[in-house]
C-alpha cells in the first residue's frame, strides 16, 4: 500500500452519495400529502369483507388470524356467482358515484384557493406566540426612545 486508497473506501464514499439523493425526494412525497383529501371508495370485493368478517367472526370466535379470515373470504368471493355478487357490487359503485361527487367538491375548493379564515401557517402555534412576545417587547423599547 503506497499511498493509494483501498477499494473499501472508495466504494462507501460512491454508496454514501448515491444514497443520498434517493432520501431526499422519498422525504418531499410524503410531505405532500394531503389529509384532507377524500378517502377512495371500497371495491366490491371489500364491500363483501365488511360483511363477511362480521359473520365469520360469530361462526369462528377463537379464531384471532386475519390471514384465516381474508383466505376464507377471498375463496368464498370465488365461489359467487355474478348474480350473488350483484349487491356488492351495487354498493361499491353508489360509492363510487359519492366519493367522485365529494372529489369534485374538494378538487373546486383546491381551486378557489384557501379563505382568509382557513389560511394554514407553516409555523406551530408556538412559534407565533413566540414572535407576538418578542414583538410586545421591542415595540415597548421603541415607544420608550
Not at 2 to 25: D, H, I, M, N, Q
Not at 29 to 43: I, Q
Amino acid at each position: 500500500m503506497k499511498g493509494g486508497k483501498s477499494k473499501t473506501e472508495t466504494r462507501s464514499s460512491k454508496l454514501s452519495v448515491a444514497k443520498k439523493p434517493a432520501k431526499a425526494a422519498g422525504r418531499s412525497k410524503a410531505a405532500a400529502k394531503d389529509p384532507n383529501k377524500p378517502k377512495r371508495p371500497a371495491s366490491a370485493f371489500f364491500v363483501f369483507m365488511e360483511d363477511f368478517r362480521q359473520t365469520y367472526k360469530k361462526d369462528h370466535p377463537n379464531n384471532k388470524s386475519v390471514a384465516a379470515v381474508g383466505k376464507a373470504g377471498g375463496e368464498k368471493w370465488k365461489s359467487l356467482s355474478d348474480s350473488e355478487k350483484a349487491p356488492f357490487v351495487a354498493k361499491a359503485d353508489k360509492r363510487k358515484v359519492e366519493y367522485e361527487k365529494t372529489m369534485k367538491a374538494y378538487n373546486k375548493k383546491l381551486e378557489e384557493g384557501p379563505k382568509e379564515d382557513e389560511e394554514e401557517s407553516d409555523k406551530s402555534v408556538s412559534e407565533v406566540n413566540d414572535e407576538e412576545d418578542a414583538d410586545d417587547g421591542s415595540d415597548e423599547e421603541e415607544d420608550d426612545d
